[in-house]
């Protein structure tokens, strides 16, 4: 008998040592791994930060050994998520201003300032987040209360959408335009002979503000960092960049104090950076890729800057702007297409959305897999879906849940067949890659899965649901949330499904997405995030 037990003892030992030594392993686990069959799995071993095998919590524990073993106890894990489109920078600079989002008026947005100023004293007021549909005299604010307030202290604030901005007279004066000052792409909003105070696209960026202090931009991304982890979020698409911040990221990501996987789109604003990041060619490391250029084609519905082939329903004779003129556009996508660059336009209304695919049809001619991406496709024209069938749509559901209330009476019953059309654009490219656009919307991404599944809002007043026939399943929308905006970035191979020997990034949630009621869904929790394998939340 001693013998017999002494055999066993060895044979366990021999067993143990047989298994290979890995840095995590995760057990009795919800899986959901959205490879090509959308599987599901119990368990999972990670190593070097790559997940190394995928199977039961028996075959995983039986094969490997860790001083970290995760007991999931049944709760449900998911890819790490992706944000495929927000600004990632600019959400870490609000940070440290005036968050005027959720104000039911323009008193209401006076008063943060004021509070915001006591507490803060700071030599110029930058605030951002005012939605005028959101109050009940949906008008645009005019500056009169600003002037009277702050005479003397420059204030800037910007509409959710980023499209509009509000100045003071102080803000004015020290950037020198007037009412005369001439705009292209853009509008100087004026009423009886005056000026208003409220800028539309290129016309902000006429305004004057101080710079942002190294400090202070460190800080920033650190802060949506942060944020973003508690959201489950391990990579995202920044639409919009800078060479400086750029550059910045970098610096800090090769530190390690940056660990948020960022795909950054390059601002196509000035020719500089087109020409300089054209000639360095393409920078991809394991946390950043700059291999993109963001353009905006026109601006927002919210402040009738989107482009449209008619006028607005409620703005007699106004069709909004492109932001350049049309030949520009041609000469971008042209410099572009002749790189290993990808172009991501932003285009809100029909007749920007017409003008960039028809664009992008062109230069791309003869050309394969270039996963060019329409930023938003928000309005589009019949006939112009068709054209998507090679023109990556890339969009953001919780647009359609904000604007469900007033769009229709801005662009009118006819044009709204072709809005917020999620469905006809997955069908006609097989892919959709979502996001959020944070900080136009908020950062959680449990609220783009309702939108883009439900078609509501956390309020739930719409119950039947916003144009449901547009709305996506359950499986399309996590996928558009992760195998789909890994695609979109040219990072499928890497990231977006919990596969051998891609990233170890997953997210733990405290109930599953794909069986729970679907009033729940915008109540589910991040338990933990995990990104190469270790945990950052």
């Given at each position: ?260 996987r960022i795909y950054a789109m390059v601002s196509g604003d000035k020719q500089d950076q087109i020409d300089y990041y054209i000639k360095k060619g393409i920078t991809k490391t394991d946390r950043l890729n700059v291999r993109s250029f963001k353009v905006y084609g026109d601006g927002a519905l919210g402040s009738r800057g989107a482009a449209m082939r008619k006028p607005y329903s409620d703005r007699e004779n106004h069709f909004g702007a492109l932001i350049y003129a049309p030949e520009r556009y041609r000469e971008i996508a042209k410099q572009i297409a002749a790189s290993e660059f990808q172009m991501n336009t932003h ?191």
């Open positions: 008998m001693k013998k017999t037990f002494i055999l066993f003892i060895f044979t366990l030992i021999l067993i143990s040592c047989q298994k290979e030594k890995v840095d995590l392993i995760v057990i009795n686990s919800n899986t959901y791994l959205v490879n090509k069959k959308f599987e599901n799995a119990e368990a999972f071993a990670v190593k070097d930060g790559k997940f190394i095998a995928v199977g039961t919590s028996k075959e995983i524990q039986g094969s490997y050994k860790s001083k970290n073993v995760v007991d999931a106890k049944n709760q449900t894990i998911v890819p790490g998520l992706i944000d495929a489109h927000c600004h990632f920078y600019e959400f870490g600079l609000l940070q440290q201003r005036v968050d005027l989002s959720g104000t039911k008026s323009y008193e209401d947005v006076l008063k943060k300032i004021v509070t915001y100023q006591d507490e803060k004293n700071v030599s110029f007021i930058i605030g951002d987040g005012w939605d005028q549909n959101d109050w009940d005299v949906k008008e645009f604010p005019t500056k009169e209360k600003l002037d009277v307030l702050f005479p003397n202290i420059p204030v800037a604030l910007y509409r959710i959408d980023g499209h509009a901005l509000l100045v003071n007279q102080a803000a004015i004066d020290l950037s020198k335009i007037t009412k005369d000052t001439k705009v292209s792409g853009g509008e100087i909003i004026i009423k009886n002979g005056k000026m208003t105070g409220v800028l539309i696209d290129a016309a902000m960026r006429f305004i004057k503000f101080p710079d942002t202090s190294n400090e202070e931009a460190i800080q920033g991304l650190l802060a949506a960092q942060k944020i973003a982890f508690s959201y489950g979020l391990t990579t995202v698409d920044d639409a919009g960049l800078d060479r400086n911040t750029i550059e910045l990221i970098d610096d800090l990501q090769k530190s390690n104090r940056l660990k948020m285009a809100i209304g029909d007749s920007a959305n017409t003008w960039m695919l028809k664009t992008y049809i062109e230069v791309l001619k003869n050309t394969e897999n270039r996963r060019w991406r329409i930023e938003h496709a928000q309005i589009v024209s019949k006939k112009d879906f068709q054209n998507f069938d090679d023109i990556l749509p890339s969009v953001q559901p919780t647009h359609a849940t904000s604007d469900m209330d007033w769009a229709e009476a801005r662009i009118g019953n006819e044009r709204m067949k072709g809005a917020y059309a999620y469905r006809n654009l997955l069908n006609r490219y097989g892919k959709i890659a979502l996001g959020t656009d944070f900080p136009v919307e908020k950062v959680n991404p449990f609220l783009t899965f309702y939108s883009a599944t439900y078609r509501k809002d956390s309020t739930n007043l719409r119950e039947e649901g916003f144009q449901m026939e547009n709305s996506l399943s359950r499986e399309e929308t996590l996928r558009g949330m992760t195998i789909w905006a890994a695609f979109s970035n040219f990072e499928e191979a890497e990231k977006g499904s919990i596969e051998v020997g891609k990233f170890a990034d997953f997210v733990i949630l405290n109930q599953d997405i794909m069986s729970i009621d679907s009033h729940k869904i915008p109540k589910t929790k991040v338990v933990s995030t995990f990104l190469n394998g270790e945990k950052v939340f």
